[in-house]
Structures are given as structure tokens and as C-alpha cells.
T-cell receptor, first 116, second 112 residues
Framework: DADVTQTPRNRITKTGKRIMLECSQT?????MYWYRQDPGLGLRLIYY???????NKGEISDGYSVSRQAQAKFSLSLESAIPNQTALYFC???????????????FGEGSRLTVL | KQEVTQIPAALSVPEGENLVLNCSFT??????LQWFRQDPGKGLTSLLL?????REQTSGRLNASLDKSSGRSTLYIAASQPGDSATYLC???????????FGKGTTLSVSS
């Protein structure tokens, strides 16, 4: 089983629908992240969380919200999906640098979202 | 604001060639730098991580170097193989409490 699991892997939806992408990890990491990837734009950070009570906006958080339900679970929601949110979404985890680990990032396989 | 640039955007080489991928960043005060590989439609796989105090890291045929003062890192791939064909991304962490900032990647194609 993958250390970082994303569901669903593929989703097609219509404009205005609410969508939730879920991420769970078995690596025991404190830190979790959501990125989106678009052709020509690379990976951009949406939200990140350094522990269950900590949520931070990334560079492109507008139109998205997140929930850190537990140390191992971090979900991304699109309250009212629009076509320019069509992208490949990645969840990632890292350990806590505070305890002298490297903060090396580990990624899930991605969730491809298409908004019609 | 930290910006990460990877040049070239695409590279094609014959099998067996040694090659270098480049990554530059605008703010040299980084905490660490990480190189990833991404196969089409797949997630990112971590290849090498270099701490700011290190000059290089090696894993098999891969060697990554870091020159903080010039804001550059290189990924050296020895004796390239068709299986090395993928997109390679570098990412920098500015401080311990921040997230990684990614370059747009170099897409490598190795022909047999």
C-alpha cells in the first residue's frame, strides 16, 4: 500500500458542484500539503498544515478550503467548482524539521479533477 | 519572493550520455533543496535532498550539487538510460518552517 493515498484518483464534475479530495498517510508525518499542477505553471501550493491545529494558506488558496481531521488525514474542498480548477492535485507529507529531520517531501499519486 | 527556474525545459539525449540538469533560485538563504522525478500522469518521487550545509549528495548514477552563493543546483545523471525519461523537478525550502517552492521542471527524453 502507498504511504500517501489520495482519493478519488480521477473525478469529472460540473461547474458549481462541491468536491472533496481526500488524503491519508501512514508515514507518521506531522506536516501535510496540497499542491496543484498545471501544464506550463508547475506545482503551486494551495494549503499546508504543520499539525492538526495548524492550517496555512499557500500562494493560490482562493476558491479552496481544507480540513485536517487527524494527523494522518488532510482533505481539500472546492465549495463551488469552476473550470479553471481543472488540474492535477497532489497531497504531500513531510516530517517535522523541529526534531532535526530533513523535511523531505513525499507525494501521493495525484487526483485528476476535470470541471466541465 | 523565492523563484525557482529550471533550464532547459526539455532535453533529448541518446542512451549512454552523461547529462546535467540545472536549477537556479533567486534567494540564496535556503534551508534545503530537493530533486524529484515525475513520470507522466504520476506522482513525484524524491531523488535527492541537499541540506544548506552540504555541497552534494549521491544516489547511484545520480549526483546533485548545491552552490548556495550562486543560487544554483545541478543534477548529474551518469550513463543515461531510456528508463530515465521523465520530468525532473527541483524545489527549495527557504526556512525550516516554510513549504517547498518548485521549479517548472525539465522533461528528459533518452533514446535507445
Amino acid at each position: 500500500d502507498a504511504d500517501v493515498t489520495q482519493t478519488p484518483r480521477n473525478r469529472i464534475t460540473k461547474t458549481g458542484k462541491r468536491i472533496m479530495l481526500e488524503c491519508s498517510q501512514t508515514k507518521g508525518h506531522d506536516r501535510m500539503y496540497w499542491y496543484r499542477q498545471d501544464p506550463g505553471l508547475g506545482l503551486r501550493l494551495i494549503y499546508y498544515s504543520f499539525d492538526v491545529k495548524d492550517i496555512n494558506k499557500g500562494e493560490i488558496s482562493d476558491g479552496y478550503s481544507v480540513s485536517r481531521q487527524a494527523q494522518a488525514k488532510f482533505s481539500l474542498s472546492l465549495e463551488s467548482a469552476i473550470p479553471n480548477q481543472t488540474a492535477l492535485y497532489f497531497c504531500a507529507t513531510s516530517d517535522s524539521i523541529r526534531i532535526k529531520n530533513t523535511g523531505e517531501l513525499f507525494f501521493g499519486e495525484g487526483s485528476r479533477l476535470t470541471v466541465l | 519572493k523565492q523563484e525557482v527556474t529550471q533550464i532547459p525545459a526539455a532535453l533529448s539525449v541518446p542512451e549512454g550520455e552523461n547529462l546535467v540538469l540545472n536549477c537556479s533560485f533567486t534567494d540564496s538563504a535556503i534551508y534545503n533543496l530537493q530533486w524529484f522525478r515525475q513520470d507522466p500522469g504520476k506522482g513525484l518521487t524524491s531523488l535527492l535532498l541537499i541540506q544548506s550545509s552540504q555541497r552534494e549528495q549521491t544516489s547511484g548514477r545520480l549526483n546533485a550539487s548545491l552552490d548556495k552563493s550562486s543560487g544554483r543546483s545541478t543534477l548529474y545523471i551518469a550513463a543515461s538510460q531510456p528508463g530515465d525519461s521523465a520530468t525532473y523537478l527541483c524545489a527549495v525550502r527557504h526556512q525550516a518552517g516554510t513549504a517547498l517552492i518548485f521549479g517548472k521542471g525539465t522533461t528528459l527524453s533518452v533514446s535507445s
